[in-house]
Nanobody, 125 residues
Framework: VQLQASGGGLVQAGGSLTLSCVGS????????MAWFRQAPGKEREFVGA????????AGADSGKGRFTISRNNDKNTVYLRMASLSPEDTAVYHC???????????????????WGQGTLVTVSS
């Protein structure tokens, strides 16, 4: 499967944004789909994932209650809805797909063999 992320852009603090990641060329519904982000000068951070069975694995505390992951297997798409954005959320957001991801390793980037190109989210203060 190949992944194409979109939906990034410039948003004011307190605003919302929904990212999309469309998969093609594979059996999308069998994959665990994750979102990671990397801010300038910082390490990559696990944002969250939705497993093949629909179970959600939440990411860092900074996103809890503000970030929602969902998927539509009929559209081969996973979404990341972000609300109450702050400048600290500024980063390149990547979607990733993992074929066999054990639950305890869901937040480990090494569990995902397929990555999208990333979409930049910039939050202005």
């Amino acid at each position: 499967v190949q992944l194409q992320a979109s939906g990034g852009g410039l948003v004011q603090a307190g605003g919302s944004l929904t990212l999309s990641c469309v998969g093609s060329g594979g059996t999308f519904r069998r994959y665990t789909m994750a979102w990671f982000r990397q801010a300038p000068g910082k390490e990559r951070e696990f944002v969250g994932a939705i497993r093949w069975n629909g179970n959600i694995v939440a990411g860092a505390d900074s996103g809890k209650g503000r970030f929602t992951i969902s998927r539509n297997n009929d559209k081969n798409t996973v979404y990341l809805r972000m609300a109450s954005l702050s400048p600290e959320d500024t980063a390149v957001y990547h979607c990733a797909a993992g074929g066999t991801v054990i639950l305890s390793a869901t937040s480990d980037a090494a569990s995902y063999a397929i990555w999208g190109q990333g979409t930049l989210v910039t939050v202005s203060s």
